[in-house]
């Protein structure tokens, strides 16, 4: 049973660079046929996908957040990482990370709340 | 990019009831559609992929039906523990995942 969970800094100044590490277990992020992906929701609001990385390597980001977002992966800790550069209040939200199988998540972590303020 | 619309925002039920929810995409995705069910604290679960197929132990009480642009979600027969947000997500642009933003049902 794949588990995944998500930790990082619950609060970031505003210009900074959020930095979200997600660790797998049950799971290899480095083999295998899929993809792993970070989502995020303000409170209170939807989904939003902000991007994904395969096992190959291979990245996709949501368009609207592309030029700060970086995803990467740890083959020898077996984690994922999230980079958004140059935050603003709209980026508070909590974060998850989610294995994709045939396009749809399948497992969640529990997410972790970020809240972007000085 | 895919917009997804759920209506309604929210429903008031009451358990035992049958239930169906809406979810339309801007443009056709064929099946490419998932729903997702979130109770509160908690991460969303994949109950429906392809529009029609149910994801590993999700109750047959639940169905989804629809291709093109019209989804539906229906739960047969409420249960206590079906009172959460659901959430349709298009899968037909890989490049851009969307999520509709969500139908909250509630106890009438």
């Known amino acids: 049973q794949v588990q995944l969970q998500e930790s990082g800094p619950g609060l970031v100044k505003p210009s900074e660079t959020l930095s979200l590490t997600c660790t797998v277990s049950g799971a290899s992020v480095s083999s295998g046929n899929f993809y792993w992906s970070w989502i995020r929701q303000p409170a209170g609001e939807g989904l939003e996908w902000i991007g994904r990385i395969h096992t190959s390597g291979t990245t996709n980001y949501n368009p609207s957040l592309k030029s700060r977002v970086t995803i990467s992966a740890d083959m020898s800790k077996n984690h994922l990482s999230l980079k958004l550069t140059s935050v603003t209040a709209a980026d508070t939200a909590v974060y998850y990370c989610?294995?994709?199988?045939?396009?749809?998540?399948?497992?969640w972590g529990q997410g972790t709340l970020v809240t972007v303020s000085s | 990019e895919i917009v997804m619309t759920q209506s309604p925002a929210t429903l008031s039920v009451s358990p035992g009831e049958r239930v169906t929810l809406s979810c339309r995409a801007s443009?056709?995705?064929?099946?490419?559609l998932a729903w997702y069910q979130q109770k509160p604290g908690q991460a969303p679960g994949l109950l429906i992929f392809g529009a029609s197929t149910r994801a590993t132990g999700i109750p047959a009480r639940f169905s989804g039906s629809g291709s093109g642009t019209e989804f539906t979600l229906t739960i047969s027969s409420l249960q206590s523990e079906d009172f959460a947000v659901y959430y349709c997500?298009?899968?037909?642009?890989?490049?851009?995942?969307?999520f509709g933003q969500g139908t909250k049902l509630e106890i009438k």
């Open positions: 997500q298009q899968y037909d642009t890989w490049l851009m995942y969307t």
């Open positions: 989610a294995r994709e199988t045939s396009n749809c998540f399948d497992s």
């Open positions: 443009q056709s995705i064929s099946s490419n």
